[in-house]
């Protein structure tokens, strides 16, 4: 089984592997989709759910919006899984 088998998509499998990489740093939603590759749409749609959980932080800036792993018990679970489950494309 596969990280994003259990998250339910690759895409936030991807953004969660992104922001767990640089937890301190606030990245820009289009920023995100740049640096995983993925469409805009399919962040801000997957990301929703992930904010909801408590996994990741949102905040704005002006009218753009900035995203950056929450820094929580249920965070230090997620960056153990992540290091567990290998990436897979």
């Given at each position: 089984?596969?990280?994003?088998?259990?998250?339910?998509?690759?895409?936030?499998?991807?953004?969660?592997?992104?922001?767990?990489?640089?937890?301190?740093?606030?990245?820009?939603?289009?920023?995100?989709?740049?640096?995983?590759?993925?469409?805009?749409?399919?962040?801000?749609?997957?990301?929703?759910?992930?904010?909801?959980?408590?996994?990741?932080?949102?905040?704005?800036?002006?009218?753009?919006?900035?995203?950056?792993?929450?820094?929580?018990?249920?965070?230090?679970?997620?960056?153990?899984?992540?290091?567990?489950?290998?990436?897979k494309e």
């Amino acid at each position: 089984m596969w990280l994003h088998e259990v998250l339910g998509s690759k895409t936030k499998e991807r953004i969660l592997r992104r922001l767990a990489e640089d937890p301190g740093r606030d990245f820009y939603s289009r920023e995100l989709s740049r640096t995983i590759g993925m469409s805009h749409a399919a962040v801000s749609s997957q990301i929703s759910p992930l904010v909801k959980a408590g996994l990741v932080e949102e905040g704005e800036r002006g009218r753009m919006k900035f995203y950056k792993l929450a820094d929580n018990e249920k965070t230090d679970i997620i960056r153990r899984l992540l290091r567990l489950f290998p990436v897979k494309e």
